[in-house]
């Protein structure tokens, strides 16, 4: 079972198509602080726009070639009609390439609807404050779209989903507090993308059916390093594999579309809009919100209660906002003797010779 969810990832377009003929309408969505449950309370599907590993053909006519991989290949899909099936497309506010998307959107693709949220760098009151406005102006919009209220049991109903289904996540990564974790990297990988793709309601009915059989499925340990994968997007399974192959044990992630994408609910006694804000907000923060402690905190705490021996930071070439933080957490990791192994890499062009070999003498000097 556990393969079948990198299945349904890989084939996310056609599924879409299908939903799509089943008079179904679909968002995309191009950041973890989009709120998904607005879009899902109006009944339409939120899919997570995706990067790809094939070459940029069309993108680089609209974006400098020392964009992230990730912008630049999940424009290119874009344009070459990956994405046919979208009703409309939210862009959340986080880094400087993510900004400019919107408009080359607009003028190249032009979909029905398209939104743009001004998500606050800050995470303090007056920031939640504004963004509570702004959620509520982008729910009117959805509202203008359908033509129809997004009611607030409507809204409540889908926090509750969001909120099962993040819960369910946990519980999956709690699975490698065990010496001997169920689940390989890879296929905890097939979980977790899998879930950026599908309504929440499938995906939760598959968590709870592993949840209920995995017992039975039990990895041997084989000496295997522990390790945190952190950093941010990344599309190409190669990439765990490699590690794994390795020697090592992929337990735990800080990755955005990972731990930092399902920690903390929604709090379903507060006024629905305000607690999405609040959640969406003062979440473990991305490098693109300030002050970012909390996710140095996040990263610390997660590599003792894994266990870790070891933290491979991975960042995509050009992604100025995870740049910056490099240093910082290479220092602080240092100060805990946790060793760390930072590769910039791309998905274009994927040199899976060269990260592997890195990745052995990593292992090489933690054992």
């Keep these: 079972m556990v393969d079948d969810f990198y299945t349904i990832y890989t084939n996310r377009h056609r599924l879409a198509e299908g939903w799509?003929?089943?008079?179904?309408?679909?968002?995309?969505?191009?950041?973890?602080?989009?709120?998904?449950?607005?879009?899902?309370?109006?009944?339409?599907?939120?899919?997570?726009?995706?990067?790809?590993?094939?070459?940029?053909?069309?993108?680089?006519?609209?974006?400098?070639?020392?964009?992230?991989g990730f912008v630049r290949t999940s424009l290119d899909q874009a344009l070459k009609g990956k994405y046919h099936y979208l009703d409309g497309v939210v862009f959340?506010?986080?880094?400087?390439?993510?900004?400019?998307?919107?408009?080359?959107?607009?003028?190249?693709?032009?979909?029905?609807?398209?939104?743009?949220?001004p998500v606050p760098g800050k995470r303090t009151d007056e920031a939640v404050e504004f963004l509570i406005q702004e959620l509520d102006l982008f729910k009117k919009s959805i509202e203008d779209f359908t033509g129809q209220k997004i009611s607030e049991e409507a809204l409540k109903a889908a926090i509750r989903i969001y909120n099962e289904h993040r819960s369910l996540v946990a519980q999956i990564y709690k699975l490698a507090l065990n010496d001997n974790p169920p689940l390989s990297g890879v296929e905890m990988f097939g979980i977790i993308m899998s879930s950026l793709i599908m309504p929440k309601e499938q995906h939760t009915i598959m968590l709870k059916e592993l949840l209920n059989t995995i017992p039975a499925k039990i990895h041997a340990a084989d000496g295997k390093v522990r390790l945190?994968?952190?950093?941010?997007?990344?599309?190409?399974?190669?990439?765990?594999?490699?590690?794994?192959?390795?020697?090592?044990?992929?337990?735990?992630?800080?990755?955005?579309?990972?731990?930092?994408?399902?920690?903390?609910?929604?709090?379903?006694t507060v006024e629905p809009i305000r607690a999405l804000a609040e959640r969406y907000l003062n979440r473990v923060p991305c490098p693109c919100k300030h002050p970012t402690n909390a996710r140095m905190d996040h990263i610390l705490k997660l590599a003792e209660d894994y266990r870790v021996k070891g933290v491979?930071?991975?960042?995509?070439?050009?992604?100025?906002?995870?740049?910056?933080?490099?240093?910082?957490?290479?220092?602080?990791?240092?100060?805990?003797?946790?060793?760390?192994?930072?590769?910039?890499?791309?998905?274009?062009?994927?040199?899976?010779?060269?990260f592997k070999t890195m990745v052995q003498a990593f292992m090489e000097m933690i054992g």
Excluded at 52 to 60: G, I, P, W, Y
């Design 92 to 117: 959340p506010k986080s880094c400087d390439m993510t900004r400019v998307l919107p408009s080359i959107w607009r003028l190249n693709i032009q979909l029905p609807y398209m939104y743009y949220i």
């Design 312 to 354: 491979i930071l991975l960042n995509q070439k050009y992604c100025d906002t995870h740049l910056y933080d490099r240093p910082w957490i290479e220092h602080t990791l240092k100060e805990h003797d946790i060793p760390i192994l930072f590769v910039e890499h791309s998905d274009i062009g994927w040199a899976g010779g060269k």
């Design 228 to 268: 945190m994968l952190a950093g941010n997007t990344f599309e190409n399974i190669g990439v765990v594999q490699a590690i794994e192959e390795s020697g090592g044990q992929i337990v735990i992630d800080d990755l955005d579309m990972g731990t930092r994408h399902y920690d903390t609910l929604v709090d379903e």
């Design 20 to 68: 799509k003929n089943q008079g179904k309408k679909i968002f995309g969505y191009y950041c973890s602080y989009t709120p998904e449950e607005i879009i899902s309370a109006a009944g339409i599907i939120p899919v997570r726009i995706r990067g790809s590993s094939d070459n940029v053909e069309l993108a680089d006519t609209h974006l400098p070639t020392f964009c992230c």
